[in-house]
């Protein structure tokens, strides 16, 4: 079973099929009391995932799988090789289009949006291996971030009377982004192209990226992966100071000293489905998840 697929393999969307785009559109009068209640995300619940599922011809690689993600929280998402950690991550934003099921950002369906739109409603994602523009500095894939820029209408970019706002704005945009800059400790590669940046700056430019769109929910996937110790501790740390600002996580991890040291909460996939969803300690117990995950490394 392929964790990752292609995502050429199916065609992302917006809406889902037989239904609207989000709930929005539906009549709140034709509505049930249930229908009512099941699309509304829990108050400190920001992200709601609910009976997903994603095939590949004949292949199931989210069989079913629902959790929720507390407000501000830190929670790990652990699992085997091929236990769908990533095809999940694509299915909550938007790179592949759900079989079945839903999710929901706050109040609002966002099933099958492109991604671009699922970012612009405030959830964002970094990958495994970095997807930077190369051939563009640090500081200018940083100005692409942020959502509601006024220079890209057409109108307010040519026009005398709204060209001083868009000005204004791009002032303010610069200054945030030297100020993310300077908070992730890559200020001084502000105009080095991100194409030489090294595997680990690379890794604190998508970060800083992603905190630049003001999100609600970030989700990370094997932030850590291929960088030192001294970085692995300054991304850390980064990720613990977010969350005490009202930061949301989600993050895939392999190394389990990181998951069990630095998340409140555990989800274990395997082979598709939830097997567990636990405090560290009681999920490093479970017997279903020693056998399928953890063997030897309790």
């Not at 599922?53 to 091929?82: C, H, M, Q, W, Y």
Request: hydrophobic share 35%; aromatic share 4%; charged share 30%.
């Amino acid at each position: 079973m392929s964790e990752t697929g292609d995502a050429d393999q199916t065609n992302v969307i917006e809406g889902t099929e037989g239904g609207p785009e989000n709930l929005s559109e539906i009549d709140p009068d034709t509505e049930s009391d249930v229908e009512r209640a099941a699309r509304r995300t829990p108050p400190g619940k920001p992200l709601r995932v609910r009976d997903l599922r994603k095939e590949f011809g004949g292949l199931t690689a989210v069989d079913g799988v629902s959790f929720d993600i507390e407000e501000g929280s830190l929670t790990g998402l652990i699992g085997p090789n091929g236990a769908g950690k990533s095809t999940t991550f694509d299915c909550i934003t938007g790179v592949h289009r759900p079989t079945g099921g839903s999710v929901h950002l706050r109040d609002e369906e966002i099933t099958g949006l492109r991604p671009h739109r699922i970012a612009n409603r405030g959830l964002v994602r970094t990958f495994q291996i970095t997807r930077e523009l190369t051939e563009m500095t640090v500081l200018e894939n940083m100005l692409l971030a942020p959502r509601g820029q006024r220079g890209e209408s057409l109108w307010r970019s040519v026009l005398p009377g709204a060209r001083g706002g868009v000005r204004t704005q791009e002032r303010e945009l610069r200054d945030r982004a030297w100020e993310t800059l300077e908070r992730f400790e890559i200020d001084h590669l502000a105009e080095e192209y991100a194409g030489n940046l090294s595997g680990g700056q690379r890794k604190l430019l998508e970060m800083a990226r992603a905190l630049l769109t003001d999100p609600d929910v970030v989700l990370l996937d094997e932030p850590l992966a291929g960088v030192n110790p001294t970085l692995e501790r300054k991304l850390l740390a980064q990720v613990h100071e977010l969350r005490e600002e009202g930061y949301t996580f989600l993050l895939v991890e392999h190394d389990m000293d990181v998951i069990m040291e630095h998340c409140e909460r555990v989800i274990v996939m395997h082979q598709g489905r939830v097997l567990a969803d636990d405090d560290p300690e009681t999920v490093r117990a479970d017997e279903r998840v020693i056998d399928a995950y953890l063997g030897a490394n309790v």
